[in-house]
C-alpha cells in the first residue's frame, strides 16, 4: 500500500463520513488501516443491520457443504412440514432455498416497501411470512426482502438442530478467531430498539430464531476476518471453512447485481461484493486486489456512500 496515499484517508472520513465509527482495511491478510472515531475503540461491537444477510448466505453454504442442506434447489416448503398451504397455492410450494438467497420470490408488498414493523409484532414470524411467501408476482423477480432472509435462518435451525448464531459460532465465528456470539432477547420493537446502540449479540424472534436480515453486532475486525475469509477462498489458516465453489457462485455477477445476499458490482474493471447494512455498515471484498474494507457506522439515514469512499480514497493507495 502507499502509505502517503492512505494517509490522505483518515482526514476524509472525519470531515465527511462523521457516522463511522470503525474502519479496518486488509490487503493480502494484514491490517493496513485501521482508525476508531466517536469515542469508540476495537473491542466495540456495533449493529450491522442488514451486513446479518451475507453471514446467513455463508452459513447456508456451509450446512451445503456439511450435508446438512442437499441443495439451494430444495424447496422451502420442504424445511416446514407443519405449514399448511393452500392447494391451489402451487407457485409457493416451487419457491426454493435458491429464490430466497436471490431475492426473487414475490411478496405482497412493493419492492423496497417492505413492512417489517409488521413482521417483528407477529408471534411466529416463519408462519407469518411463509403465508406472505408467493404473493403479488411470479418467481425470478428481484424483489428485497428481510423476512424472506429470516426464513433462511429458519431454514438452517430446522436442517442443523441449531439456531443460525450457534451454528455460526461453531463452524464459522470460532474457526477464524472472532469472538463468540451471544444470545439476545428483544424487549420492545421500535426504532431505537431494533438499530439502537443498545441491541448486543445477535437478536432472535420470539420462537428463537436467530434474525436473519439484521440484529447482528459485531466488531469492524470480526467483519474484516469474515470479508478476508471470502476473497481467501474460504480458507482460514490453512483449514477450509466453506468451499471455494460456494463463494465463487454466491458472489457470481448477474443482472440484478445481487448474488447470494451479497451485493455485486463492477466499475473501471473493479469487480467487487459487498455486505451491505443500513447506515453505511459494509464489507467490501475486491478479490482481484486481495483487499477487505469492512466498516462499522452508525445507523443513520441517508449516509454518504462507502463505495465512493473506498474508489476514491483506498483503491488509489493500492500498489499492484
Known amino acids: 500500500?502507499?502509505?502517503?496515499?492512505?494517509?490522505?484517508?483518515?482526514?476524509?472520513?472525519?470531515?465527511?463520513?462523521?457516522?463511522?465509527?470503525g474502519i479496518v482495511v486488509v490487503r493480502q491478510g494484514n491490517i493496513v488501516f485501521e482508525r476508531y472515531y466517536n469515542g469508540y475503540g476495537?473491542?466495540?461491537?456495533?449493529?450491522?443491520?442488514?451486513?446479518?444477510?451475507?453471514?446467513i448466505s455463508a452459513l447456508i453454504g456451509i450446512a451445503i457443504d456439511k450435508g446438512y442442506i442437499k441443495s439451494v434447489d430444495q424447496k422451502v416448503l420442504d424445511f416446514f412440514p407443519e405449514y399448511v398451504s393452500n392447494p391451489a397455492d402451487?407457485?409457493?410450494?416451487?419457491?426454493?432455498?435458491?429464490?430466497?438467497?436471490?431475492?426473487?420470490a414475490p411478496y405482497p408488498f412493493k419492492?423496497?416497501?417492505?413492512?417489517?414493523?409488521?413482521?417483528?409484532?407477529?408471534?411466529?414470524w416463519v408462519k407469518y411470512t411463509l403465508d406472505q411467501l408467493g404473493q403479488n408476482g411470479k418467481i425470478g423477480a428481484f424483489k428485497y426482502s428481510t423476512a424472506g432472509a429470516h426464513l433462511l435462518s429458519a431454514i438452517i435451525a430446522r436442517a442443523t438442530g441449531k439456531c443460525a448464531r450457534e451454528f455460526a459460532n461453531e463452524c464459522l465465528f470460532q474457526p477464524i478467531g472472532m469472538r463468540v456470539i451471544l444470545d439476545y432477547e428483544m424487549k420492545a420493537y421500535g426504532y431505537e430498539d431494533l438499530f439502537g446502540k443498545n441491541v448486543k449479540g445477535w437478536v432472535k424472534d420470539p420462537i428463537g430464531n436467530s434474525t436473519g436480515g439484521w440484529g447482528l453486532t459485531l466488531t469492524p475486525r470480526d467483519m474484516a476476518r469474515f470479508g478476508f475469509l471470502y476473497v481467501n477462498g474460504g480458507v482460514w489458516n490453512g483449514n477450509h471453512i466453506i468451499s471455494k465453489s460456494w463463494i465463487d457462485e454466491s458472489t457470481a455477477m448477474n443482472s440484478n447485481k445481487y448474488g447470494y445476499l451479497w451485493w455485486l458490482q463492477e466499475e473501471d474493471g473493479?469487480?467487487?461484493?459487498?455486505?451491505?447494512?443500513?447506515?453505511?455498515n459494509i464489507i467490501c471484498c475486491i478479490p482481484?486486489?486481495?483487499?477487505v474494507v469492512a466498516i462499522a457506522s452508525k445507523i443513520?439515514?441517508?449516509?454518504?456512500?462507502r463505495w465512493q469512499l473506498i474508489k476514491k480514497c483506498i483503491l488509489p493507495s493500492v500498489i499492484d
Open 42 to 55: 476495537p473491542k466495540d461491537t456495533f449493529h450491522v443491520a442488514s451486513v446479518t444477510k451475507s453471514i
Open 300 to 305: 443513520i439515514t441517508k449516509p454518504r456512500d
Open 90 to 104: 402451487i407457485q409457493k410450494g416451487a419457491i426454493t432455498i435458491r429464490n430466497l438467497l436471490t431475492m426473487t
Open 288 to 291: 482481484e486486489k486481495d483487499l
Open 270 to 280: 473493479v469487480f467487487a461484493y459487498s455486505a451491505i447494512g443500513d447506515g453505511g
Open 111 to 124: 419492492n423496497w416497501q417492505e413492512p417489517l414493523d409488521r413482521l417483528c409484532r407477529q408471534p411466529d
Open 1 to 21: 500500500m502507499d502509505s502517503k496515499k492512505l494517509s490522505e484517508l483518515e482526514p476524509i472520513i472525519m470531515s465527511q463520513y462523521n457516522n463511522i465509527n
